[in-house]
């Protein structure tokens, strides 16, 4: 089993920054990537970014100018840094690790930006 818990999100202006961070605990597995979704009210979850163990990286298109993800292998942490906030930024973001047995989500942080 893997326990993922976030943190870091808020309540930003427009134009702002954040940064969300998740941590990896449980024993016996072996996290082949780490990464983050969103989930706006009334929209589907969507692909943030997502980072494997080798560092290869994925963004969605229309954010990859605006957001950093990073990860630290021997601590199980993955991190999102968001610039440039904007209002349709906001929404949910999870937390997730794919290993051999399957996805994980954490419970999930809430990022508002507004004036």
């Known amino acids: 089993q893997v326990q993922l818990v976030e943190s870091g999100g808020g309540l930003v202006q427009p134009g702002g920054s954040l940064r969300l961070s998740c941590a990896a605990s449980?024993?016996?597995?072996?996290?082949?990537?780490m990464g983050w979704y969103r989930q706006a009210p009334g929209k589907q979850r969507e692909l943030v970014a997502v980072i494997t163990s080798s560092g290869i990286t994925t963004y969605a298109d229309s954010l990859k100018v605006r957001f950093t993800i990073s990860r630290n292998n021997t601590k199980n942490t993955v991190s999102l840094q968001m610039n440039s906030l904007k209002p349709e930024d906001t929404a949910v973001y999870y937390c997730n690790a794919v290993t051999g047995f399957g996805h994980y989500w954490g419970q999930g942080t809430q990022v508002t930006v507004s004036s």
């Open positions: 449980g024993s016996g597995f072996r996290i082949r990537a």
